[in-house]
Nanobody
Framework: VQLVESGGGLVQPGGSLRLFCAASGRSFSHYVMGWFRQAPGKEREFIAGISRNGGLSYYADSVKGRFRISRDNAKNTVYLQMNSLELEDTAVYYC??????????????????WGQGTLVTVSS
């Protein structure tokens, strides 16, 4: 599966952005999907994940209550709605797909497929 992110950009603190990840290929619904981010000089960190049918979603503590992950299997797309953005949210955001069994994956090495990333900059 190939993944392409979009929707990044410059936003002021307290603002919102919605990221998109479009998947090509078949069997999108067979993958657990996740969003990660990587800030300059930092390791890639897990942000949010969602189960194959969208019934289970889970988040890093740093974004819980502010970000929401969702997916539309008919459109082969996963979304990340980001609200109340903070300066510390500035990073390149990546979507990723996992074929591993189970629906709860937080480590980067649990995901086989990655997009190229989209930059989110939170600045006043």
């Amino acid at each position: 599966v190939q993944l392409v992110e979009s929707g990044g950009g410059l936003v002021q603190p307290g603002g919102s952005l919605r990221l998109f990840c479009a998947a090509s290929g078949r069997s999108f619904s067979h993958y657990v999907m996740g969003w990660f981010r990587q800030a300059p000089g930092k390791e890639r960190e897990f942000i949010a994940g969602i189960s194959r049918n969208g019934g289970l979603s889970y988040y890093a503590d740093s974004v819980k209550g502010r970000f929401r992950i969702s997916r539309d299997n008919a459109k082969n797309t996963v979304y990340l709605q980001m609200n109340s953005l903070e300066l510390e949210d500035t990073a390149v955001y990546y979507c990723a797909a996992s074929r591993l069994t189970g629906n709860h994956h937080r480590r980067p090495d649990e995901y086989e497929y990655w997009g190229q990333g989209t930059l989110v900059t939170v600045s006043s």
